[in-house]
């Protein structure tokens, strides 16, 4: 039995679990598959409706 | 990003494959393997040093291709983990030649040819999964032609494009034009190392290139014995040299004349609302090109697109402004259409043809660059991740979901969110991922309760 809670794949997404799981004080095991997070979204150059920094 | 990586509870198991997940909610074991990445993670620094130095470039997929980086790299500057990692199918020591210059250049010591897989179980009572969505492959409408023709790109393409860290630094060049200053390049290249053996026979038989060539073909030539030795090779040297000569002076001149594509066409529902494929709407597809014709027109104020679209779905908070505002100030045009192919024509520039819906005639239309919007279609590997799950898949191949509880899937204590439950943007995706969340941490309190 145990709290700690896995999240697979790095993008916006997975990122965004891990980091409220983790705030909320549980142990994230964050797998990914390439060699660093970020997903598509760090493809991205800007995002809509605010043209802000996708990274 | 940056916070994932040092946050004390989060344990980030980058470049690493879930083999299996045994047991049930709330006791699950999952099997891990984190992939060998020949550099270790604790004494790399993420400096580069070894990138600058290694001599085998690689398509930089990042980049969708429009770029190379080395077979030792990070998959983007800003990466985290920033420990880079050695591509084992293209370093010229591990496919099995003599190299190991980063190994040398690298001041840390990381760098370990020797390096395994490794396996890790670890025990976790929920599992949330983002495993996110590919973009839909434009090879399978033919009459669009994405492979044949050069100028025509995907929006995840067109997205590199126009990002300053991108393959053309943020200037839309078109990729025809790119390929003539590669070519240039590359000749210039060749021809210096050309010329450099064709000094070497000038110096040595006092005569030079053409000269040589004319009496060879004369017939006239006095053949020494010296000269019978290098006569054949210096011919074909010297014959390449002023062909490629000639073709230089063309590609100097047309690469003088390439500017940066200011016509730009956006096809929309590539693969999506389309029944020979994916029947849905991506949803964030014709944001995506409203957003891309905006900051092509912000780079340069010539720029003038058309997004061609059956209708345009602006459903979100500020996206029908944004939708307005792009065409009053961007010099976007919205054409109610449906494209029906893309052909070849002058200048690489492709040719639209398509029934402008309003007007009801058949139009030919000439463009610098197409950009597809393509649909949000599942991972390909889909079937793959939903067996190690164990859990299902819908119709499309996205996780399967039930209307009145979205975040599960069909084992309990898993859980979806973002593009692997369906096609959605990013505020959306990030609204799903906290539901998610918080789905996963009841399974685990529960299962604490109960025990």
């Known amino acids: 039995m145990t709290t700690d809670i896995l999240v697979l794949g790095g993008g916006i997404a997975g990122i965004q679990s891990t980091l409220d799981l983790a705030e909320m004080g549980f142990k994230v095991h964050l797998v990914e598959r390439l060699s660093s997070i970020g997903g598509k979204m760090a493809q991205l150059d800007k995002t809509f409706p605010t043209n802000d920094c996708a990274i | 990003m940056l916070d994932v990586g040092r946050h004390p509870n989060i344990s980030l198991l980058a470049y690493s494959e879930l083999t299996a997940l045994e047991g049930e909610a709330g006791d699950f074991t999952a099997t891990v393997v984190k992939k060998a990445r020949y550099v270790d993670a604790d004494k790399c620094t993420g400096c580069g040093a070894c990138t600058e130095v290694c001599p085998t470039p690689v398509l930089d997929l990042y980049n969708e291709g429009h770029a190379e980086r080395k077979a030792i790299y990070s998959w983007f500057a800003q990466g985290i983990p920033s420990t880079h990692v050695i591509d084992p199918d293209h370093c010229r020591v591990l496919t099995g030649k003599k190299c190991g210059v980063c190994a040398k250049k690298c001041q840390a010591g990381a760098i370990d040819f020797d390096q395994t897989d490794e396996i890790v179980e670890i025990p976790v009572g929920a599992v949330v999964v983002a495993t996110g969505y590919d973009v839909f492959d434009p090879a399978r409408i033919p009459e669009y032609r994405y492979t044949t023709l050069d100028n025509v790109v995907t929006a995840m393409e067109f997205e590199r494009f126009l990002s300053a860290s991108g393959p053309t630094e943020g200037h839309v060049y078109r990729p025809s034009d790119r390929k003539l200053k590669q070519e240039k390049i590359a000749l210039e290249k060749s021809q210096t190392k050309l010329a450099k053996t064709l000094a070497r026979f000038e110096k040595k038989h006092g005569m030079d290139s053409p000269a040589f060539l004319e009496a060879l073909e004369a017939g006239s030539l006095e053949v020494t014995e010296d000269l019978a030795k290098d006569k054949d090779k210096w011919a074909e040297k010297a014959t390449v040299f002023l062909a490629g000569d000639d073709r230089l002076a063309a590609l100097a001149q047309e690469v ?69 505002r792009g065409g009053n100030s961007s010099q976007i045009a919205y054409r109610r259409s449906r494209v029906a192919e893309i052909v070849p024509g002058e200048n690489q520039a492709p040719v639209l043809i398509y029934e402008d819906t309003t007007t009801r005639k058949i139009v030919r239309e000439s463009f610098d660059l197409v950009v597809l919007s393509t649909a949000c279609a599942p991972v390909k590997d889909a079937a793959g991740v939903a067996d190690t799950l164990g859990i299902a898949l819908d119709k499309f191949g996205f996780f399967k979901t039930e209307a009145a509880t979205p975040m599960d899937t069909s084992r309990e204590g898993i859980f979806v969110c973002g593009c692997a439950h369906s096609p959605m943007d990013i505020p959306e995706s990030v609204a799903q991922a906290s539901s998610a969340a918080a789905r996963a941490v009841q399974t685990v309190m529960k299962s604490k309760k109960a025990s």
């Not at chain 2, 849905?280 to 997004?307: P, R």
């Open chain 2, 256 to 324: 003088a004349l390439v500017k940066t594509a200011t016509k730009i066409a956006f096809i929309q529902c590539v693969g999506s609302r389309d029944l020979r494929f994916y029947p849905f709407c991506s949803g964030y597809c014709c944001m995506h090109a409203i957003k891309e014709a905006i900051i092509a027109h912000e780079h340069d104020n010539d720029t003038q697109s058309v997004i061609f679209g059956m209708d345009i779905r602006a459903v979100g908070k500020g996206f029908e402004e944004y939708k307005i």
